[in-house]
């Protein structure tokens, strides 16, 4: 998959083949935005035209309001390497900065036609764009571009139940992880490299990795169990990516996918060691001694123990980790491989 960029101080077209694109967030791939995937592919098939998305970095409600925005079910890597999966040919980042927000209708239609040389769109029936909110599907058809709606997504077990990002939050908040999975069409995960932490695990004879998400704030929180994988640059599975980094006798816990290994994994701000506002995702991988620093790690999450829990010291936190892990891997000794 190619990636562009739309920036919008710059009118000169890009070279891009004549495409089909579909315009959004995109924040988790679910299946409603699959459905919408599948239809931009076969119009561009149709009309032997090539495919595209464009999405929004940072997304808007993170440019109006940070603090209160959304979590992120996926970051930019996550999304982007997910609408490959999907079939997207080109992805298209636009810059959503206060010069963005303030084209008109008009201006934003051009750079689609003349800029990024849209064909066709396939839009939300809900879509609009300009900065006075008056930019729909008919706009962009009077202009000239030919527009297919894809009406609402439903959950096939519940008719009147929108698919939504938010609906998808909501479970994962709430420790449901089987539901959420339902609705993405795949098991949740997230993907990031491991970097430095404060060590503060290994005091306490539990050592982690420790994930750098790249979002402002994940949107699950707490103990789960998680299998994980080492992926290369491609991001393709590395068979036994982890075990080969092992001193050769400790190499950890079979996880339930091929070449993975099974981890305990704290996803918040740990309060019982005041890093309130510091989200952290941290992965002990029990009978592993390895160095991982600096390789890029996927981790799935299998299953929600609990929420954060604050304890009153150290000695608290450990004995608190310890019944965590224990009990983690009495779930884990129950499953077969997946």
Same mark, same amino acid.
């Not at 119009?43 to 035209?49: E, S, T, W």
């Not at 849209?118 to 706009?139: E, I, P, Y």
């Given at each position: 998959?190619?990636?562009?960029?739309?920036?919008?101080n710059?009118?000169?077209?890009?070279?891009?083949a004549?495409?089909?694109?579909?315009?959004?967030?995109?924040?988790?791939?679910?299946?409603?935005?699959?459905?919408?995937?599948?239809?931009?592919?076969?119009?561009?098939?149709?009309?032997?035209?090539g495919s595209?998305?464009?999405?929004?970095?940072?997304?808007p409600?993170?440019? $109006?309001?940070?603090?209160?925005a959304?979590?992120?079910l996926?970051?930019l890597?996550?999304k982007?390497?997910?609408?490959?999966?999907?079939g997207?040919?080109?992805?298209?980042v636009?810059?959503?900065d206060a010069?963005?927000?303030?084209?008109?209708?008009?201006? $934003?239609a051009?750079?689609l036609?003349?800029?990024?040389?849209?064909?066709?769109l396939?839009?939300?029936?809900?879509?609009?764009?300009?900065?006075?909110?008056?930019?729909?599907?008919?706009?962009?058809?009077?202009?000239?571009?030919h527009?297919?709606?894809?009406?609402?997504v439903t959950?096939?077990?519940?008719?009147?139940?929108?698919?939504?990002?938010?609906?998808?939050r909501d479970?994962?908040?709430a420790?449901?992880?089987n539901a959420a999975?339902?609705?993405?069409?795949?098991?949740?995960a997230i993907?990031?490299?491991?970097?430095?932490?404060?060590?503060?695990?290994r005091?306490?004879d539990?050592p982690?990795?420790?994930?750098?998400l790249?979002?402002?704030?994940p949107?699950?929180?707490?103990?789960?169990?998680?299998d994980?994988?080492?992926l290369?640059?491609?991001?393709?599975?590395?068979?036994?990516?982890?075990?080969?980094?092992?001193?050769?006798?400790n190499k950890?816990v079979a996880?339930?996918?091929?070449?993975?290994?099974f981890?305990t994994?704290n996803?918040?701000?740990?309060?019982?060691v005041d890093?309130?506002?510091d989200?952290?995702?941290?992965?002990?991988f029990?009978?592993?001694?390895?160095?991982l620093?600096?390789?890029t790690?996927?981790?799935?999450?299998?299953?929600?123990l609990?929420g954060?829990?604050?304890?009153?010291s150290?000695?608290?936190?450990?004995?608190?980790?310890h019944?965590d892990?224990?009990?983690?891997?009495?779930?884990?000794s129950?499953?077969?491989?997946?």
């Amino acid at each position: 998959m190619t990636s562009s960029d739309a920036s919008h101080n710059n009118t000169s077209p890009i070279a891009l083949a004549p495409c089909v694109l579909t315009i959004g967030n995109f924040d988790g791939v679910h299946l409603g935005h699959q459905a919408m995937l599948a239809q931009v592919r076969e119009i561009a098939q149709a009309r032997n035209l090539g495919s595209a998305v464009m999405i929004f970095e940072p997304q808007p409600r993170e440019f $109006f309001a940070p603090a209160t925005a959304p979590a992120r079910l996926t970051n930019l890597a996550e999304k982007q390497a997910l609408l490959a999966e999907y079939g997207v040919e080109t992805l298209i980042v636009a810059g959503f900065d206060a010069e963005f927000r303030s084209l008109s209708a008009q201006a $934003f239609a051009d750079i689609l036609a003349r800029r990024l040389n849209v064909k066709a769109l396939v839009l939300g029936d809900d879509f609009k764009f300009g900065h006075d909110r008056t930019g729909d599907s008919q706009f962009l058809r009077d202009y000239g571009l030919h527009v297919t709606n894809l009406h609402t997504v439903t959950d096939s077990s519940d008719k009147a139940a929108r698919i939504s990002s938010t609906r998808i939050r909501d479970l994962l908040l709430a420790g449901d992880i089987n539901a959420a999975n339902t609705l993405l069409g795949r098991e949740y995960a997230i993907t990031g490299t491991v970097v430095g932490g404060d060590k503060i695990g290994r005091t306490m004879d539990f050592p982690t990795a420790n994930i750098d998400l790249k979002r402002i704030k994940p949107a699950l929180h707490g103990i789960f169990a998680v299998d994980v994988v080492s992926l290369d640059e491609g991001g393709n599975v590395i068979p036994n990516g982890l075990t080969v980094r092992t001193d050769g006798e400790n190499k950890g816990v079979a996880g339930l996918r091929p070449h993975s290994l099974f981890g305990t994994a704290n996803l918040g701000t740990r309060p019982s060691v005041d890093k309130k506002h510091d989200w952290r995702l941290e992965v002990h991988f029990p009978e592993l001694q390895a160095d991982l620093y600096g390789l890029t790690l996927q981790v799935r999450f299998l299953h929600y123990l609990h929420g954060e829990r604050h304890y009153e010291s150290l000695e608290a936190l450990k004995a608190g980790i310890h019944h965590d892990v224990k009990e983690l891997l009495e779930w884990r000794s129950k499953q077969t491989t997946r």
